[in-house]
C-alpha cells in the first residue's frame, strides 16, 4: 500500500508550535509518496549506519573530524570513524546491488592511526567496483590520504584539499603544587622518553612524524599517479588548495557536484570501470622530463614549465619533450618498444624515423622472399610431373588436395625458420 508523506503527517498528534506544524505539512504535501521521496533521498544499505544507495550508486558520508574507533565522542559531535567507514565501505562492496561508490566527503582530517588501512581498503577495492571521491567542503590531511585513493576525485569549485603532513602535538603537564613526579625508563630504552626540553628529545620526535609523513607522501604518490619527488611541491608543502587550483595541481580530477556524479554512475550506460582521467605533470628540467619518463608517465601529460630557471634550459626541457612525443607518434602502437629504448637512448628524430623505415623495408623484402619461395615449392609439388634420371618426362603419382597443402605448410615452415635463424 502507497502511503503519502501527508496522510502520515495528519494522522498523528503533535507537541509543536503552530508555525512549526504549517511549515512541516507544507513539506509533506510537496513530497507525495514516501516510496518516491526514498527513491530522491536514497535507502539504507543493510549492515551499514550511514550509507544511502541511489540507483545503485551507494554514497558513503565521511564528515568532521576523524577518529579511529566510534564512541560516545563520535556520536554527539558528528566525527567520522574509520572502523566504521571501512566497515560500511566493505559491506558496499559486497553488495551485489551496488554497482559504484561514492565517498562524500567534507572532513579536516583527524588521527593518523586506521588512514593508511583504510586508504588501501579503498585503493584496492577499485578493481572491484568503481569507487569515487567526491568533496564539497574540505578534503585535508587524512581526509585527502584516503580520498586519493579513489579512483577519481571530484570536487566543488570551493572545495579545499591538501595539508599533505603530519602534525605531533604534546603537552608536559606541571606537577601541583606539593607535588612531586618520577619516572624510572628501563636501561635498554634511553630513547623511550624523549626529553622534550632538550634539541636531542625533540629531534627524536622530528624523525618520527617526519617518518610518518614519508608514508603519506608515498601513498599519496601511488594513488594520484604523480612522481614522488614532485608531490610535496606541487601540493604547496602541506598547503590548501581550492577547486580548480587544486585540479590543476593533481590533486582532484575535475570540477562537479555530487549530485552530477550520482546521475552519472546510476546511468544504465555507466561501464563498471571509467576511463581515469590522468593528471598533467610539469617539468622544469631535461632531468625531471627523464625521471618522469622512466616513472612511466605517459608524454602527452607533461608539461614544461614557464619562467623556470634560464631561456636556454627551457628551450632544452621543450626540445626535449617534442623529441620524446616525435618519435612516440612515429612508433605507433605497435612499436612502442623501440620508442622508450630510443628516447632512453636520446636518439634523434630523424635516426628513429631511419631505423623504422629499414626495418620496414627488411620486414617487406623478407615477406616478398617468403612468397616468392612458396609459390616456387608450390609449383613444384603441385606441378602433376617432373623430370627423372634421364631427363625423361615422368608422371608424378596422384595426390590429394589435402596431402598437397599439408606439404607445402610443412617444407613453408621449416624454409620460414631456417631463414629467420
Given at each position: 500500500?502507497?502511503?503519502?508523506?501527508?496522510?502520515?503527517?495528519?494522522?498523528?498528534a503533535?507537541?509543536?508550535?503552530?508555525?512549526?506544524?504549517?511549515?512541516?505539512?507544507?513539506?509533506?504535501?510537496?513530497?507525495?509518496?514516501?516510496?518516491?521521496?526514498?527513491?530522491?533521498?536514497?535507502?539504507?544499505?543493510?549492515?551499514?549506519?550511514?550509507?544511502?544507495?541511489?540507483?545503485?550508486?551507494?554514497?558513503?558520508?565521511?564528515?568532521?573530524?576523524?577518529?579511529?574507533?566510534?564512541?560516545?565522542?563520535?556520536?554527539?559531535?558528528?566525527?567520522?570513524?574509520?572502523?566504521?567507514?571501512?566497515t560500511?565501505?566493505?559491506?558496499?562492496?559486497?553488495?551485489?546491488?551496488?554497482?559504484?561508490i561514492?565517498?562524500?566527503?567534507?572532513s579536516?582530517?583527524?588521527?593518523?592511526?586506521?588512514?593508511?588501512?583504510?586508504?588501501?581498503?579503498?585503493?584496492?577495492?577499485?578493481?572491484?567496483?568503481?569507487i569515487?571521491?567526491?568533496?564539497?567542503?574540505?578534503?585535508?590531511?587524512?581526509?585527502?590520504?584516503?580520498?586519493?585513493?579513489?579512483?577519481?576525485?571530484?570536487?566543488?569549485?570551493?572545495?579545499?584539499?591538501?595539508?599533505?603532513?603530519?602534525?605531533?602535538?604534546?603537552r608536559?603537564?606541571?606537577?601541583?603544587?606539593?607535588?612531586?613526579?618520577?619516572?624510572?625508563?628501563s636501561?635498554?630504552?634511553?630513547?623511550?622518553?624523549?626529553?622534550?626540553?632538550?634539541?636531542?628529545?625533540?629531534?627524536?620526535?622530528?624523525?618520527?612524524?617526519?617518518?610518518?609523513a614519508?608514508?603519506?607522501?608515498?601513498?599519496?604518490?601511488?594513488?594520484?599517479?604523480?612522481?614522488?619527488?614532485?608531490?610535496?611541491?606541487?601540493?604547496?608543502?602541506?598547503?590548501?588548495?581550492?577547486?580548480?587550483?587544486?585540479?590543476?595541481?593533481?590533486?582532484?580530477?575535475?570540477l562537479?557536484s555530487?549530485?552530477?556524479?550520482?546521475a552519472?554512475?546510476?546511468?544504465?550506460?555507466?561501464?563498471?570501470?571509467?576511463?581515469?582521467?590522468?593528471?598533467?605533470?610539469?617539468?622544469?628540467?631535461?632531468?625531471?622530463?627523464?625521471?618522469?619518463?622512466?616513472?612511466?608517465?605517459?608524454?602527452?601529460?607533461?608539461?614544461?614549465?614557464?619562467?623556470?630557471?634560464?631561456?636556454?634550459?627551457?628551450?632544452?626541457?621543450?626540445?626535449?619533450?617534442?623529441?620524446?612525443?616525435?618519435?612516440?607518434?612515429?612508433?605507433?602502437?605497435?612499436?612502442?618498444?623501440?620508442?622508450?629504448?630510443?628516447?632512453?637512448?636520446?636518439?634523434?628524430?630523424?635516426?628513429?624515423?631511419?631505423?623504422?623505415?629499414?626495418?620496414?623495408?627488411?620486414?617487406?623484402?623478407?615477406?616478398?622472399?617468403?612468397?616468392?619461395?612458396?609459390?616456387?615449392?608450390?609449383?613444384?609439388w603441385?606441378?602433376?610431373?617432373?623430370?627423372?634420371?634421364?631427363?625423361?618426362?615422368?608422371?608424378?603419382?596422384?595426390?590429394?588436395?589435402?596431402?598437397?597443402?599439408?606439404?607445402?605448410?610443412?617444407?613453408?615452415?621449416r624454409?620460414?625458420?631456417?631463414?629467420?635463424?
Amino acid at each position: 500500500m502507497t502511503h503519502s508523506s501527508l496522510s502520515l503527517v495528519a494522522n498523528h498528534a503533535w507537541l509543536i508550535t503552530g508555525d512549526a506544524l504549517d511549515t512541516l505539512m507544507a513539506v509533506a504535501d510537496r513530497q507525495g509518496d514516501i516510496e518516491a521521496l526514498e527513491s530522491r533521498l536514497g535507502s539504507r544499505l543493510d549492515n551499514t549506519r550511514a550509507v544511502t544507495v541511489r540507483n545503485g550508486v551507494a554514497v558513503v558520508p565521511v564528515t568532521g573530524p576523524i577518529f579511529r574507533y566510534a564512541n560516545l565522542l563520535t556520536a554527539v559531535s558528528g566525527a567520522t570513524s574509520t572502523q566504521v567507514l571501512a566497515t560500511d565501505l566493505q559491506a558496499a562492496l559486497d553488495d551485489p546491488s551496488v554497482k559504484a561508490i561514492v565517498l562524500d566527503i567534507d572532513s579536516p582530517g583527524g588521527e593518523a592511526t586506521g588512514i593508511n588501512e583504510l586508504g588501501d581498503l579503498i585503493y584496492q577495492g577499485r578493481s572491484k567496483k568503481p569507487i569515487k571521491a567526491y568533496v564539497s567542503g574540505m578534503a585535508a590531511s587524512a581526509a585527502y590520504w584516503f580520498a586519493s585513493s579513489a579512483e577519481e576525485v571530484v570536487v566543488d569549485d570551493t572545495a579545499q584539499l591538501g595539508s599533505v603532513g603530519v602534525v605531533l602535538s604534546l603537552r608536559k603537564r606541571e606537577d601541583r603544587p606539593g607535588e612531586k613526579s618520577y619516572e624510572i625508563v628501563s636501561s635498554n630504552a634511553p630513547n623511550k622518553r624523549p626529553d622534550l626540553e632538550t634539541e636531542a628529545g625533540r629531534a627524536q620526535l622530528q624523525t618520527r612524524t617526519d617518518e610518518l609523513a614519508n608514508v603519506f607522501l608515498d601513498k599519496v604518490s601511488r594513488n594520484r599517479n604523480i612522481p614522488r619527488n614532485q608531490v610535496n611541491d606541487r601540493f604547496r608543502q602541506g598547503g590548501i588548495a581550492t577547486g580548480a587550483l587544486a585540479v590543476q595541481a593533481g590533486m582532484a580530477d575535475r570540477l562537479g557536484s555530487l549530485e552530477s556524479l550520482i546521475a552519472e554512475l546510476g546511468s544504465p550506460t555507466t561501464p563498471n570501470t571509467t576511463q581515469k582521467v590522468f593528471s598533467m605533470t610539469t617539468v622544469s628540467t631535461t632531468q625531471e622530463l627523464q625521471a618522469a619518463l622512466q616513472a612511466g608517465t605517459n608524454p602527452r601529460t607533461i608539461t614544461v614549465a614557464n619562467g623556470s630557471g634560464s631561456n636556454t634550459l627551457l628551450a632544452a626541457t621543450q626540445a626535449e619533450r617534442t623529441r620524446c612525443l616525435e618519435i612516440y607518434r612515429l612508433a605507433g602502437a605497435k612499436h612502442q618498444g623501440a620508442a622508450a629504448n630510443a628516447i632512453r637512448n636520446g636518439t634523434s628524430i630523424e635516426a628513429f624515423g631511419h631505423e623504422l623505415f629499414q626495418n620496414f623495408q627488411s620486414e617487406a623484402r623478407n615477406q616478398a622472399e617468403s612468397d616468392n619461395a612458396v609459390a616456387a615449392i608450390t609449383k613444384r609439388w603441385e606441378g602433376g610431373a617432373s623430370n627423372d634420371e634421364s631427363g625423361n618426362h615422368s608422371p608424378q603419382p596422384s595426390r590429394s588436395a589435402s596431402d598437397s597443402q599439408d606439404a607445402v605448410s610443412a617444407i613453408t615452415q621449416r624454409w620460414q625458420s631456417d631463414k629467420h635463424a
